[in-house]
């Protein structure tokens, strides 16, 4: 079976500033996805960014980005100029290939940004 | 566009008492749905997803059943729930085509006392 550790379970960065959010997955598949969603406060999960496992070049989305590091079983996001807005928790999920969008999620880490 | 609402969002019931979450999806036909629980420190289980009416796979053997009357329809449902089933559930939908990305709804708090 999958799983996903986000060791951090709390982290906090000042507006601007640049924080990485760890995420490591323990899997015997060679074709997966991972993900990294975002859970605001009293608002919906939402989905920051996707990564193919297939492919080598880190995904990037805006302010967003990871990094995918295959032989590791590492998969960091990357919050560059850190906002307010940004004040959320954070999980990182992995899905099989061809398994139904089924996910496993990591326990999450509490991203605070302070002003 | 496609939306999706689970009621209700807070409830607060005895041990022993039935329970019934709704989640509806509107906006697209014949998607993928899934129930998870969400509790502190241990991120989100999957309990069960569909990928059609009366279809059903459950994830982890628990105290609670899942149906699918209508296409767009799911319900989380107990007979007798356990203290160990409090927790914040979520239903999702996603495309039957593998995407990997799934779409929430608000979230249910459920306590039992």
């Known amino acids: 079976a999958q799983t996903v550790t986000q060791s951090q379970p709390e982290m906090s960065v000042q507006e601007a500033e640049t924080v990485t959010l760890s995420c490591t997955y323990d899997t015997s598949e060679n074709n997966y996805y991972l993900f990294w969603y975002k859970q605001p406060p009293s608002r919906q999960m939402i989905l920051v960014i996707r990564q193919e496992a297939y492919k080598q070049q880190n995904a990037t989305e805006n302010r967003f980005s990871v990094n995918f590091q295959k032989a590791a079983k590492s998969f960091s996001l990357k919050i560059s100029d850190s906002q307010l807005g940004d004040t959320a928790m954070y999980f990182c999920?992995?899905?099989?290939?061809?398994?139904?969008?089924?996910?496993?999620f990591g326990a999450g880490t509490i991203l605070r940004v302070k002003s | 566009s496609q939306t999706i609402h689970q009621w209700p969002a807070t409830l607060v019931q005895p041990v022993g008492s039935p329970l019934s979450l709704e989640c509806t999806v509107e906006g697209t036909s014949n998607p993928n749905l899934y129930w998870y629980r969400q509790a502190a420190g241990r991120g989100l289980q999957l309990l069960f997803y569909?990928?059609?009416?009366?279809?059903i796979s459950s994830e982890v053997p628990q105290n609670l059943s899942a149906s699918r009357p209508q296409d767009r329809q799911f319900i989380l449902s107990s007979k007798k729930l356990l203290l160990s089933d409090s927790g914040f559930y979520l239903c999702?939908?996603?495309?039957?085509?593998?995407?990997?990305?799934?779409?929430f709804g608000e979230g249910s708090r459920l306590t039992v006392l």
């Open positions: 569909s990928v059609g009416i009366g279809q």
């Open positions: 999702a939908w996603s495309y039957q085509r593998e995407a990997g990305e799934l779409f």
């Open positions: 999920a992995f899905m099989k290939h061809e398994d139904g969008n089924k996910l496993v």
